[in-house]
């Protein structure tokens, strides 16, 4: 009887290690709970092997595990300054077209009404304004990303990740794709409790008070962290996929960085292009116009030198 009170009293004497824990919470957490911390840990696990394997040498476990936290977090912001990277550039695509709409708008009502010279004039205002407000854009865009990034640098990092997870319920939640970039959710112990189907209590509650003080059930719980940090990272890049192969702009497919610059530069040059051209053919119509007056006052002369020649002619028959 006191063997058993003495087990009772200390669970963590009978569960040493991490993969004893799991076994331990295989009777203490609802089925999905337990599949999911499940999956985590041979995510982490596959990763570190694979982070072991890529050594070039023989390391010691210490070193193998900062590495592979190393890679783990690298990984992730790396994911979100892609999606940090397109956001901003699909933004600046659509302000660019904005400003081109604007400065396009009365091109062709101020073209009617001004005078010619007039014309000229405005085109090339308009020209430097569109390049200028362009430059603008670019500036603003690269600060406000360089801004996002560093938040982004600063929120996923190791120890606020290690911070924000300590219990199962936002592991769980991570994992489950219901929390994203390592913003605490104040809501995911009540997220969590939907999911398990037993009853109304939280999956750290159900673990016992001693087991969750011991050195085994942090580890085990640091690496069910690692792993959901690599299936969010996962579903991230496979998310930011999906969003860049929907994306078009004016019908033209925009599913990269790189083709929205290109889409943004052709959008500028047609814009100036067609400008120009107003411009040109203002210069045009000038050139014609004084041509024209030229011709007038020749024709008025010849005129003139035709009617003199037909009177001469008259009086010659008289």
Known sequence: MGKMKAKAKRPHQLYKTPMAILDYMQSALSQEDHHDLQECIFEHDRHLTKTQHEATKHCSDSFLYTKSCGVIFSDLRATLFLHCEFLHAVNKCLDVSLLVEQIMANETCDAGKAKDVEAAT????????????????????????????????????????????????RILHLSRGEEAGGLAIECAADASRQHDSKSNVTPDARIDDELRSSVAYETLKNKC??????????????????????????????????????????????????????????????????????????????????????????????
Not at 126 to 146: D, N
Not at 263 to 292: F, G, N, P, W, Y
């Open 122 to 169: 405005e085109m090339q205002k308009k020209t430097e304004r569109l390049e200028k407000g362009v430059s603008g854009l670019t500036q603003h865009s690269a600060v406000r990303m360089r801004l996002d990034k560093e938040v982004i640098a600063n929120t996923n990092s190791q120890l606020r990740f290690a911070l924000r997870y300590k219990t199962l319920a």
């Open 225 to 318: 962290m690692l792993g959901a940090i690599i299936q969010y990272t996962v579903r991230s890049k496979e998310r930011l996929r999906v969003q860049r192969s929907g994306t078009k702009i004016g019908g033209v497919r925009a599913d990269t960085v790189a083709r929205l610059a290109s889409i943004e530069s052709d959008m500028v040059k047609k814009a100036v292009a067609m400008l120009q051209t107003t411009h040109c053919l203002h210069e045009k119509r000038e050139r014609i116009a004084i041509a024209m007056r030229k011709t007038l006052a020749e024709n008025v002369l010849l005129q003139t030198e035709l009617d003199s020649v037909r009177s001469r002619i008259k009086q010659m028959h008289k």
